[in-house]
């Protein structure tokens, strides 16, 4: 992309750019690049998957088997300008094996039962609102065997001025404890009061 190429190696990714090249930034999966199973999610395959990538829109996206299948419905994408991880899966498709951007900017993604998946568009996923899960740290506070009060909760985002829903479940419940809606404009912390939570 420019005169930047992202590779795969014994390593990890790699990227050249230029003369400098320099470890790819891993945080928050390096454990999935190490073959680890990770809050439920399986390692990747990173001995005979089939990894296959693009860069659209300053994203990097990164069809990444995991487990010990060649190819999975799993991509992680990386965000150039926050630094930042997520994994999107497209289970309405088979098993990715292909990802390429279209000379217009389509970013577009081929399975394994020859279907051809457009990627990255609007505010949905096949119809559906996207969910984003997070898990709080076994360790808040560096003690995670005492007690905790609940007070507020902070959620730092950026929803491009559309409004989000933040549903809060409490010890793994199935239903949520508590629902709130926010939206932001630009990237910045959001406070909820969950004092009274429990």
Known sequence: DGNMIIYRSADGLISLAGTTISAFQMAGTSLLWRGQTRHGTPGLNI???????????????????????????????????????SR?????????????????????AGDD???IWQLDTGTQDDGSNIAVSF????ADGGNPLAYKDPFDLQIHAYTGGRTATANLYKDGA???????????????????QSDDLG
């Open 88 to 108: 999107l899966t497209y289970d309405q498709a088979g098993n990715l094996r292909s990802i390429f951007k279209e000379p217009d900017g389509t970013l577009v």
């Open 174 to 192: 199935t239903d949520a404890d508590w629902t709130g809606t926010f939206s932001t404009t630009t990237p910045s912390v959001f406070r909820f």
């Open 135 to 138: 898990l709080t740290p076994i």
């Open 113 to 115: 039962t020859g279907n």
């Open 47 to 85: 001995t005979t998957g089939r990894f296959r990538s693009a860069i659209d829109n300053m994203m990097l996206y990164v069809l990444a088997p995991e487990g010990s299948t060649e190819s999975s419905t799993t991509v992680l994408r990386y965000a150039f300008s926050l630094g930042q991880w």
